[in-house]
């Protein structure tokens, strides 16, 4: 069974960091891209960032030079590194995965496989 988990998620301060951490489980990473989601109460799911199966990468003008994602094929495992936190970062996380390495996608449709989610709470 295909499964997708985050952890990393909790409570930081305004301008405090956080590492988000995604493993696969039943398949590998090696022919998926990955993106990363957030979801805030009462808003649509939207794109943070996403990297290929070759390492390029994407993210949203909102946390660009703020956030990291990166992965390591081997280890089955995706990382999104959220520095510089703000307030309005405060959202359930998700990462996601497309069936296809050399594409990365902004759009919640063309991801195949989703985690569960992960709080993130950023407030003093």
């Known amino acids: 069974q295909r499964q997708l988990v985050e952890s990393g998620g909790g409570l930081a301060q305004p301008g405090g960091s956080l590492r988000l951490s995604c493993e696969a489980s039943?398949?590998?990473?090696?022919?998926?891209?990955v993106g990363w989601f957030r979801q805030a109460p009462g808003k649509e799911r939207e794109f943070v960032a996403a990297?290929?199966?070759?390492?390029?990468?994407a993210y949203a003008d909102s946390v660009e030079d703020r956030f990291s994602i990166s992965r390591h094929n081997t280890k089955h495992t995706a990382w999104l590194q959220m520095n510089s936190l703000k307030p309005e970062d405060t959202a359930v996380y998700y990462c996601?995965?497309?069936?296809?390495?050399?594409?990365?996608?902004?759009?919640?449709?063309?991801?195949?496989?989703w985690g569960q989610g992960t709080q993130v709470t950023v407030s003093s």
């Open positions: 996601a995965v497309e069936n296809y390495a050399a594409r990365i996608s902004y759009s919640v449709g063309r991801y195949d496989y």
């Open positions: 990297i290929s199966g070759s390492g390029n990468t």
């Open positions: 039943g398949f590998t990473l090696d022919s998926y891209s």
